[in-house]
């Protein structure tokens, strides 16, 4: 599995977790909703940090509890 994949697949489950719409996360991230919506279906190749780092606000995580996970304990490289 690509890491481009497990990052949607992580955003997905927190979504899904905190019963968070797409909608709701940009709102309470201060991530423009095209922004999200351009991760989420892999036109975004590369989201940064910060942006990540805002998605994790939005859910109330660290960067660490959002990499931190089974999601992505069977990515072997980095392959974007």
């Not at 719409?21 to 351009?38: E, F, G, Q, R």
């Not at 989201?47 to 660290?62: A, E, Y």
């Amino acid at each position: 599995m690509y890491a481009q994949d497990v990052l949607v697949e992580r955003i997905n489950n927190l979504c899904k977790k905190k019963r968070m719409t797409y909608y709701a996360l940009s709102y309470k991230s201060a991530v423009p909703m095209t922004t999200l919506i351009h991760i989420v279906d892999k036109s975004t190749v590369n989201p940064g940090v910060l942006t990540i780092g805002k998605l994790c606000d939005g859910f109330g995580i660290t960067l660490k509890e959002f990499f931190d996970s089974p999601e992505f304990e069977n990515l072997e490289r980095y392959d974007m």
